[in-house]
């Protein structure tokens, strides 16, 4: 027998609990295992295997699949998550057709989401990287979290919209 719950002081209908648990008994269901998390989404599915000694929650979204897995005799092992991978059309190096910046696009490593790494290839030494997802070959987003390691920002400049080449 499995449960997941989620619950917070102050949940509202489609809001993210602030508390989930998930449970597993085996036997006449007097002793439970459980895995309380914070700041977690409900765990929706659960799926029995191996005749009952191993059970896994499952929660998939458009970006990535997080499991939880609990094993009769050693309980509840740490959330795994594999993120999708972007297209492969996009993994490698760019460059800004004018020579100014370089793209280098990663793809998802164990544990890791695809990144880019921007680098400026003219003028002061500017680098960062941020988040990417997109499996269509048409299609790239920045997942809104750049983080600027090298050099600074100004925000006083106009935006330009560069086009990029293949670079190797």
């Known amino acids: 027998m499995w449960l997941a ?4 002081e102050s949940c509202r209908d489609g809001e993210e609990p ?3 648990i998930a449970a597993v008994a085996t036997g006449d269901l007097s002793s439970w295992t459980t895995d309380p998390t914070k700041n977690y989404i409900v765990w929706p599915k659960a799926r029995i295997r191996d005749g009952g000694a191993r059970v896994d929650f499952v929660d998939r979204s458009t970006l990535r699949t ?3 897995t609990w094993r009769k005799g050693s309980g509840f092992a740490g959330v795994a998550t594999k993120y999708k991978p972007i297209h492969p059309w996009f993994v490698g190096r ?3 057709t004018d020579g100014s910046q370089q793209l280098t696009l990663h793809q998802v490593e164990s544990g890791r989401r695809a990144r880019v ?7 002061p030494r500017c680098k960062g990287s941020a988040v990417v997802s997109g499996d269509d070959p048409h299609s790239l987003s920045i997942m809104g979290n750049f983080k600027l390691d090298q050099g600074h920002g100004s925000g006083n400049h106009p935006k330009t919209v560069l086009t990029y080449e293949r670079a190797g």
């Open 5 to 8: 719950a989620g619950f917070g």
């Open 18 to 20: 602030q508390d989930v």
């Open 66 to 68: 997080s499991t939880l």
């Open 94 to 96: 760019w460059r800004a």
């Open 117 to 123: 790494v921007i680098e400026s290839r003219t003028g």
